[in-house]
Protein backbone atom coordinates (compact mmCIF):
# COMPACT_ATOMS: atom_id res chain seq x y z
CA UNK A 1 0.00 0.00 0.00
CA UNK A 2 2.92 2.29 -0.60
CA UNK A 3 2.54 3.12 -3.75
CA UNK A 4 -0.71 4.24 -2.72
CA UNK A 5 -0.07 6.13 -0.05
CA UNK A 6 2.43 7.37 -2.12
CA UNK A 7 0.33 8.85 -4.86
CA UNK A 8 -2.63 10.09 -2.62
CA UNK A 9 0.07 12.04 -0.77
CA UNK A 10 0.99 14.01 -4.41
CA UNK A 11 -2.88 13.83 -5.45
CA UNK A 12 -4.05 16.02 -2.13
CA UNK A 13 -0.84 17.64 -1.03
CA UNK A 14 -1.06 16.82 2.26
CA UNK A 15 1.83 15.20 4.80
CA UNK A 16 1.23 11.31 4.87
CA UNK A 17 1.80 11.36 8.28
CA UNK A 18 -2.02 12.51 8.07
CA UNK A 19 -2.89 9.34 6.39
CA UNK A 20 -1.20 6.82 8.88
CA UNK A 21 -2.51 8.80 12.48
CA UNK A 22 -6.12 8.44 10.59
CA UNK A 23 -5.75 4.78 9.74
CA UNK A 24 -4.20 3.97 13.29
CA UNK A 25 -6.68 5.97 15.20
CA UNK A 26 -9.16 4.33 13.06
CA UNK A 27 -7.94 0.49 14.14
CA UNK A 28 -7.42 1.76 17.59
CA UNK A 29 -10.72 3.17 18.25
CA UNK A 30 -13.18 1.26 15.20
CA UNK A 31 -15.61 4.35 14.83
CA UNK A 32 -15.07 8.46 14.18
CA UNK A 33 -17.48 11.05 14.28
CA UNK A 34 -17.84 13.88 12.57
CA UNK A 35 -19.74 15.40 15.44
CA UNK A 36 -17.08 14.28 18.38
CA UNK A 37 -14.34 16.26 19.34
CA UNK A 38 -11.03 15.09 18.45
CA UNK A 39 -12.73 12.41 15.95
CA UNK A 40 -13.63 15.32 13.01
CA UNK A 41 -10.71 15.49 11.48
CA UNK A 42 -10.46 11.94 11.12
CA UNK A 43 -13.84 11.45 9.87
CA UNK A 44 -12.95 14.10 6.87
CA UNK A 45 -10.32 12.75 5.61
CA UNK A 46 -11.56 9.44 5.63
CA UNK A 47 -14.61 10.92 3.62
CA UNK A 48 -12.69 12.95 1.02
CA UNK A 49 -10.26 9.88 0.52
CA UNK A 50 -12.98 6.84 0.80
CA UNK A 51 -11.44 4.54 -1.91
CA UNK A 52 -7.69 4.87 -0.79
CA UNK A 53 -8.93 4.01 2.93
CA UNK A 54 -11.22 1.43 1.28
CA UNK A 55 -8.16 -0.72 -0.24
CA UNK A 56 -6.45 0.05 2.85
CA UNK A 57 -8.34 -1.85 4.50
CA UNK A 58 -9.57 -4.30 2.97
CA UNK A 59 -6.03 -5.87 2.60
CA UNK A 60 -6.38 -6.26 6.12
CA UNK A 61 -9.11 -7.60 5.71
CA UNK A 62 -11.70 -5.23 7.15
CA UNK A 63 -14.37 -3.21 5.53
CA UNK A 64 -14.71 0.72 5.80
CA UNK A 65 -18.27 1.66 6.95
CA UNK A 66 -19.23 5.47 5.57
CA UNK A 67 -22.66 7.13 6.51
CA UNK A 68 -22.66 10.39 5.42
CA UNK A 69 -26.15 11.26 6.36
CA UNK A 70 -24.73 10.14 10.54
CA UNK A 71 -21.17 11.46 9.83
CA UNK A 72 -19.88 8.13 10.77
CA UNK A 73 -17.13 6.36 9.44
CA UNK A 74 -15.60 2.78 11.15
CA UNK A 75 -14.29 -0.54 10.58
CA UNK A 76 -16.04 -3.70 10.45
CA UNK A 77 -14.61 -7.26 10.06
CA UNK A 78 -15.10 -9.56 6.93
CA UNK A 79 -13.99 -12.79 8.64
CA UNK A 80 -16.02 -14.29 11.08
CA UNK A 81 -13.32 -15.10 13.71
CA UNK A 82 -12.21 -11.28 14.18
CA UNK A 83 -15.67 -10.76 15.59
CA UNK A 84 -15.12 -9.96 18.96
CA UNK A 85 -17.35 -12.56 21.44
CA UNK A 86 -19.67 -11.58 23.99
CA UNK A 87 -20.99 -12.37 27.41
CA UNK A 88 -24.57 -12.95 28.22
CA UNK A 89 -24.83 -9.65 29.93
CA UNK A 90 -22.93 -7.86 27.26
CA UNK A 91 -25.47 -8.94 24.73
CA UNK A 92 -28.54 -8.16 26.34
CA UNK A 93 -27.67 -5.00 27.47
CA UNK A 94 -26.95 -4.25 23.90
CA UNK A 95 -30.40 -4.72 22.53
CA UNK A 96 -31.64 -2.66 25.58
CA UNK A 97 -28.99 0.26 23.96
CA UNK A 98 -30.84 -0.74 20.67
CA UNK A 99 -34.85 -0.22 21.83
CA UNK A 100 -33.60 2.83 23.94
CA UNK A 101 -31.97 4.63 20.46
CA UNK A 102 -34.81 3.66 18.29
CA UNK A 103 -37.48 5.06 20.47
CA UNK A 104 -35.50 8.11 20.85
CA UNK A 105 -35.05 8.07 17.21
CA UNK A 106 -38.89 8.18 16.98
CA UNK A 107 -39.63 10.78 18.75
CA UNK A 108 -36.95 13.04 17.39
CA UNK A 109 -34.96 12.90 20.48
CA UNK A 110 -31.79 12.62 18.64
CA UNK A 111 -28.66 15.27 18.05
CA UNK A 112 -26.49 14.78 15.35
CA UNK A 113 -27.34 10.89 15.37
CA UNK A 114 -26.63 10.54 18.86
CA UNK A 115 -29.42 9.54 21.79
CA UNK A 116 -28.74 10.96 25.09
CA UNK A 117 -30.26 8.57 28.27
CA UNK A 118 -28.68 7.64 31.55
CA UNK A 119 -27.37 4.44 33.93
CA UNK A 120 -30.43 4.72 35.95
CA UNK A 121 -32.71 4.69 32.63
CA UNK A 122 -31.06 1.86 30.65
CA UNK A 123 -30.79 -0.56 34.42
CA UNK A 124 -34.60 0.29 34.92
CA UNK A 125 -35.51 -0.70 30.98
CA UNK A 126 -33.00 -3.74 31.33
CA UNK A 127 -35.31 -5.34 34.34
CA UNK A 128 -38.61 -4.21 32.75
CA UNK A 129 -37.74 -5.88 29.21
CA UNK A 130 -35.58 -8.96 30.16
CA UNK A 131 -36.75 -9.90 34.06
CA UNK A 132 -33.12 -10.64 34.92
CA UNK A 133 -31.06 -9.18 37.90
CA UNK A 134 -29.24 -6.01 37.57
CA UNK A 135 -25.05 -6.46 36.62
CA UNK A 136 -23.14 -5.47 39.69
CA UNK A 137 -22.12 -1.82 39.56
CA UNK A 138 -18.70 -2.83 38.88
CA UNK A 139 -19.59 -5.09 35.79
CA UNK A 140 -21.56 -2.03 33.97
CA UNK A 141 -18.79 0.14 34.54
CA UNK A 142 -16.52 -2.77 32.44
CA UNK A 143 -19.60 -3.51 30.11
CA UNK A 144 -20.08 0.44 29.71
CA UNK A 145 -15.86 0.56 29.44
CA UNK A 146 -16.50 -2.15 26.57
CA UNK A 147 -18.76 -0.22 24.76
CA UNK A 148 -17.25 2.92 25.01
CA UNK A 149 -14.20 1.69 23.34
CA UNK A 150 -15.72 0.01 20.32
CA UNK A 151 -17.58 3.74 20.06
CA UNK A 152 -21.19 1.85 20.50
CA UNK A 153 -21.96 5.00 23.21
CA UNK A 154 -19.73 7.68 24.86
CA UNK A 155 -20.01 8.01 28.63
CA UNK A 156 -20.67 11.73 30.19
CA UNK A 157 -20.53 12.83 33.72
CA UNK A 158 -22.40 12.19 36.26
CA UNK A 159 -25.14 13.65 37.92
CA UNK A 160 -24.50 16.07 41.37
CA UNK A 161 -27.88 14.71 42.26
CA UNK A 162 -26.90 11.23 41.86
CA UNK A 163 -23.06 10.73 41.85
CA UNK A 164 -23.67 7.01 40.24
CA UNK A 165 -26.43 7.85 37.70
CA UNK A 166 -24.11 8.84 34.29
CA UNK A 167 -25.32 10.31 31.39
CA UNK A 168 -24.84 8.08 28.09
CA UNK A 169 -24.55 9.17 24.36
CA UNK A 170 -25.66 5.98 22.57
CA UNK A 171 -24.08 6.55 18.82
CA UNK A 172 -25.50 5.08 15.31
CA UNK A 173 -22.69 2.46 15.86
CA UNK A 174 -25.46 0.51 17.68
CA UNK A 175 -27.45 -0.04 14.44
CA UNK A 176 -24.39 -1.84 13.15
CA UNK A 177 -23.71 -3.55 16.46
CA UNK A 178 -27.00 -5.05 17.11
CA UNK A 179 -28.74 -5.71 13.00
CA UNK A 180 -32.33 -5.91 12.58
CA UNK A 181 -32.38 -9.87 12.19
CA UNK A 182 -29.80 -10.17 15.52
CA UNK A 183 -32.90 -7.94 17.44
CA UNK A 184 -35.22 -9.97 16.60
CA UNK A 185 -33.02 -12.88 18.08
CA UNK A 186 -32.26 -11.35 21.25
CA UNK A 187 -36.27 -10.21 21.65
CA UNK A 188 -37.12 -14.22 21.63
CA UNK A 189 -34.78 -14.48 24.42
CA UNK A 190 -36.16 -15.63 27.53
CA UNK A 191 -35.41 -13.62 30.54
CA UNK A 192 -35.93 -17.04 33.15
CA UNK A 193 -34.00 -18.95 31.32
CA UNK A 194 -31.04 -19.88 33.51
CA UNK A 195 -27.49 -19.32 32.76
CA UNK A 196 -24.59 -19.58 34.22
CA UNK A 197 -22.64 -16.05 35.10
CA UNK A 198 -19.78 -15.34 32.43
CA UNK A 199 -21.23 -17.94 29.79
CA UNK A 200 -20.84 -16.73 26.15
CA UNK A 201 -23.91 -16.10 24.50
CA UNK A 202 -25.31 -18.47 22.00
CA UNK A 203 -26.49 -16.27 19.14
CA UNK A 204 -24.25 -15.18 16.53
CA UNK A 205 -21.75 -12.51 17.50
CA UNK A 206 -22.00 -9.10 16.56
CA UNK A 207 -19.42 -6.97 14.04
CA UNK A 208 -16.81 -5.79 16.52
CA UNK A 209 -13.51 -5.55 15.97
CA UNK A 210 -11.29 -7.33 18.46
Keep these: MLKELKKVVEESG ?17 F ?17 YQDYFSQLFDALG ?25 KVDETLLLLVLRQIYEEKIENFE ?26 TETRLKDILALFSRQGVI ?25 TEAYLRQLESFNGEEEVEDGQDEELETQPVVQ
Excluded at 32 to 48: I, Y
Excluded at 158 to 169: C, G, H, Q, R, V
Design 32 to 48: VSAFKKGQRKHFLLVEM
Design 110 to 135: VDNGFVVTNTTHILERYVQLLKRELP
Design 154 to 178: YRGKAYEEDPKNLSISITPVIRLVV
Design 62 to 86: MRLHLNEHERLAGLLPVEKEAFLRL
Design 14 to 30: KDAQEFQQTANYLLANQ
